[in-house]
């Protein structure tokens, strides 16, 4: 017998609210705020250089202090360079890089590097092979970016399930996981966990645990699956 799925069981989850319409409301804060807005000033050449000097001597684990001495720039000049204030000379470009330990042209990575996008049309994504396709998943790539600043890889497929479909509720891959049903219905396993899923329900979990379609309820059906795993992974 099914498993009835809790709302937010896990984690942050379990200071979760309902409301009187019996939606889940978070309470714990996240780690992360999307409306934040970054420095207008970080395309800025010299913002830029400073944050990447500071970051390579946090990564070092030395003192300003100790830069400096190693770089023979005083503190104040430093506070200044690694505060995008001033413009740093190639002189100095060059104490730092050798103190540092990297070449002169990694303090401009920030500021060169190009933000990837991939805009794809509607029935425009790339049908891909994947394990599941042996057993009728039709997998159909929305979109994929390969290196990148987040060190983060995401596969969003939109996956669809017809009369010739079977169930493959043993996958198993590293990373994080994200369902979303939009049409039909199905009994999706997640470890010993059954979860009867409609269209609007979603489900997010840990992929290294065996999952899959269980029982195909209603068909046609159609979910999205979002995959996300470290780039060293890939």
Request: with cysteine.
């Amino acid at each position: 017998m099914a498993k009835k799925a809790s709302n937010f069981r896990n984690g942050a989850a379990a200071k979760a609210k309902l409301s009187p319409k019996g939606v889940a409301t978070i309470r714990t804060p996240l780690t992360q705020d999307p409306h934040a807005v970054r420095d207008t000033r970080e395309k800025v050449l010299e913002v830029a250089i400073g944050r990447e000097v500071r970051a390579f001597r946090k990564k070092l684990g030395i003192t300003v202090a100790d830069l400096a001495a190693a770089t023979d720039i005083s503190l104040g000049m430093l506070s200044k360079i690694e505060n995008g204030i001033t413009s740093p000379s190639l002189t100095t470009l060059q104490a730092l890089s050798r103190a540092l330990g990297v070449p002169v042209t990694a303090f401009f990575r920030r500021f060169e590097e190009e933000r990837s996008a991939v805009f794809v049309r509607a029935g425009e994504g790339l049908d891909v092979e994947r394990r599941g396709t042996r057993a009728g998943h039709q997998y159909n790539l929305l979109g994929h970016i390969g290196s990148n600043t987040s060190g983060v890889v995401v596969e969003p497929y939109l996956i669809t399930l017809t009369e010739d479909s079977d169930v493959f509720p043993t996958f198993q891959h590293e990373g994080m996981e994200f369902l979303y049903m939009l049409e039909g219905e199905v009994t999706y396993r997640h470890g010993n966990n059954l979860y009867p899923m409609k269209p609007g329900d979603s489900l997010f979990f840990d992929a290294d645990a065996p999952h899959g379609p269980e029982v195909l309820t209603v068909l046609p059906m159609r979910y999205l699956s979002i995959i996300c795993y470290p780039q060293s992974a890939g």
